[in-house]
């Protein structure tokens, strides 16, 4: 009867100490489970470590529990019970009328019994790739590991896109990338990895696939007017702008397009191969321009003794945009942004050059950055302008914050990240980022080189000037 087969079940379990271990296992997991996954799905635990309890931990044992029981079973002594399942056993039954209903029963138990495992096994597989594919989890459960790429993240335009979207691709599970986070897991586990996360990471997603889902070159055109606010470090913080038309150009190829100006480069008919000595590819012996045609133009180096050096690579999106979400600011830039948004005042005299001088102190901790920095205000405007700092305290005490706040977004002692570990390409400081290529030192062959002219890429229309005329002329006051 239907109580005969539960007990024979129970019997098989019971003989193999593999199935009880196992069947105790899942079944105190299951519980657990079910109610952490319903918490989960319904959106009323929000908590990383919870999830990686019972996605990255609980799943995975509760499924170890199943196999060990069916295991146990399969392997245990004991035939005659375990008869209870094999084909003869069926053939009896079936042959003996009134039998029947017992086989139905025995059936549909099992049927029951794997259903509920299935739905179980793929509820938590689903909501478990899922969570290990989120934000939350990529971003807040290895906090510290994370904490300079999640903090700038989240300052950025970028700070809706998930991180899958532009390092793994959502939902496309593969092994790998599965895999390669269980080993960051253990580095993190075991205190292993290493300080700062170095840069650049070979396994981008390809561009197409991740940053051109939402911005398509090709639609790119004409030029745009960029207009960068800064503040000296006068007395009066004298406000200063930067104006330039930048050619961003297109990639071309829409309804005709030609392709030109910056985003040139990502034209469909171009391809710009390069290969860089050093792993930040901040060295690049030669430069490849192949054409539709399949004509090929080389730019090297030296004269192309070192022709054939490094690796080649073809040109895509973040060899210009390396940093388009973890958007590291020099001390100027992080200074002039809480400025111009009123975080520090603006009408305390010298606050950016003593800003400055606070912000690029070398501080072991952030606790230790907040202390000094409020301690190197205090202590510089008391001697400078102590009238000041006895009427004005509060305002001192406000900047100082403001002044700390641009230090922790962008510098993080506990990974190792400074003011000038990560450095964008996006530009020309220090001979960097373009100037890579475009030196004027990459020739052909007959001697031509990549334009290093400095209208090529922008016209400088205003370069850090009070009240520039082009912005006044724009904004229609005289
Ligand atoms: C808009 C695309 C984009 C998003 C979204 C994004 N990243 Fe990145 N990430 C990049 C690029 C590009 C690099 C730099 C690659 C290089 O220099 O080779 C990078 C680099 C990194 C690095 C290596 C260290 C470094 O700063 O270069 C880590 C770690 C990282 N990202 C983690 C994350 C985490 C965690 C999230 C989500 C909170 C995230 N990323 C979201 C594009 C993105
Ligand atoms: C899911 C969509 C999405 C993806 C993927 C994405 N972006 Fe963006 N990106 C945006 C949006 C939306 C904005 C505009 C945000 C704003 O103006 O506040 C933006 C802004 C930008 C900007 C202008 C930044 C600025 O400072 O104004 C650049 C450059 C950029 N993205 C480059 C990239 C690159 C490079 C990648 C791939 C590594 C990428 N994006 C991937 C949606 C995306
Ligand atoms: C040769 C370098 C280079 C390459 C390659 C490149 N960009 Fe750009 N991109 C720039 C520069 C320079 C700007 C101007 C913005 C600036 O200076 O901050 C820009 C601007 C942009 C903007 C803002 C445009 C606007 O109209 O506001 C987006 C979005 C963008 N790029 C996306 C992309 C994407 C997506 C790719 C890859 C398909 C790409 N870029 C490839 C250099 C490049
Ligand atoms: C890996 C090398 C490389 C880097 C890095 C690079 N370029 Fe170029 N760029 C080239 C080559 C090659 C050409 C084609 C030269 C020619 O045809 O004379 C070119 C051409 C251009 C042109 C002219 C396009 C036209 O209309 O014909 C512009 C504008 C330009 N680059 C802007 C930039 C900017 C801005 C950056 C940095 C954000 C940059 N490039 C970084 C290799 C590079
Ligand atoms: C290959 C393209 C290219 C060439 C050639 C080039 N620039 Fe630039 N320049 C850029 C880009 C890209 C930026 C950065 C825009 C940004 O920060 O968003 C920039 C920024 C600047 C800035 C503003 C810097 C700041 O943030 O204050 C100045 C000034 C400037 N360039 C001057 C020059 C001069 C002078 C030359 C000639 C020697 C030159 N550039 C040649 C691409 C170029």
Redesign the pocket.
């Known amino acids: 009867m239907f109580w005969g087969i539960i007990k024979a079940f129970v019997k098989g379990i019971l003989r193999s100490r593999l199935s009880v271990a196992g069947a105790v296992m899942a079944s105190v997991i299951l519980p657990v489970l079910a109610v952490f996954t319903i918490l989960d799905v319904q959106g009323i635990v929000r908590n990383p470590y919870f999830n990686f309890i019972n996605y990255v931990v609980l799943g995975p044992l509760f499924i170890v529990g199943l196999i060990m029981l069916v295991v146990g079973l399969l392997v245990g002594k004991g035939d005659e019970d375990l008869g209870a399942f094999t084909y003869e056993y069926l053939k009896e039954q079936f042959s003996k009328p009134g039998r029947f209903t017992r086989v139905r029963r025995l059936l549909f138990l099992i049927t029951v019994l794997t259903f509920a495992t299935i739905i179980v096994v793929g509820l938590v597989s689903y909501t478990g790739l899922r969570y290990t594919d989120s934000?939350s989890f990529?971003?807040q459960f290895c906090h510290q590991v994370?904490e300079?790429?999640?903090v700038t993240?989240r300052n950025s335009p970028?700070s809706q896109?998930?991180?899958v979207?532009?390092?793994f691709g959502e939902g496309s599970w593969s092994p790998g990338t599965k895999l390669s986070g269980i080993r960051q897991i253990f580095a993190v586990a075991f205190n292993t990895y290493s300080r700062?996360?170095?840069?650049?990471?070979s396994h981008?997603r390809p561009t197409r696939k991740?940053?051109e889902q939402c911005h398509l070159p090709e639609k790119f055109h004409g030029d745009k007017l960029y207009v960068k606010d800064r503040y000296l470090d006068d007395e009066h913080n004298t406000h200063v702008q930067t104006v330039m038309l930048m050619k961003v150009g297109s990639g071309g190829g829409y309804r005709g397009a030609q392709a030109h100006g910056i985003h040139w480069h990502v034209a469909t008919e171009n391809k710009v191969y390069y290969r860089a000595v050093d792993a930040q590819r901040n060295v690049i012996s030669e430069i490849r321009l192949r054409k539709q045609d399949g004509s090929e133009v080389v730019y090297a180096a030296g004269g192309g003794k070192f022709a054939g050096v490094g690796t080649l690579r073809l040109m895509d999106c973040?060899d210009c945009?390396?940093?388009?979400?973890?958007v590291f600011l020099s001390p100027a830039e992080a200074l002039d942004r809480k400025m111009f948004e009123g975080e520090i005042p603006l009408s305390l005299p010298y606050v950016k050059k003593v800003g400055l001088e606070a912000v690029t102190k070398e501080y072991a901790s952030v606790d230790e950055a907040r202390v000094g920095i409020g301690r190197y205000l205090r202590a510089w405007y008391a001697k400078n302008y102590p009238e000041l700092m006895e009427r004005r305290t509060s305002l001192i005490n406000r900047a100082a914050e403001g002044i700390f706040h641009a230090y922790s977004e962008n510098v993080f002692p506990a990974m190792n990240v400074g003011w000038s570990t990560?450095q964008s390409f996006l530009g020309h400081h220090d001979g960097g980022g373009c100037f890579r290529c475009h030196d004027g030192k990459h020739l052909t062959q007959d001697g031509t080189a990549i334009t290093n002219d400095c209208n090529a890429c922008h016209i400088v229309l205003a370069e850090n000037e009070p009240s520039p005329d082009v912005v006044r002329l724009l904004r229609g006051s005289e």
């Open positions: 934000t990529c971003g994370m300079p790429e999640y993240y970028h896109v998930p991180c979207a532009c390092h700062p996360i170095p840069s650049p990471i981008l991740s940053c973040t945009h390396n940093r388009p979400t973890h990560y």
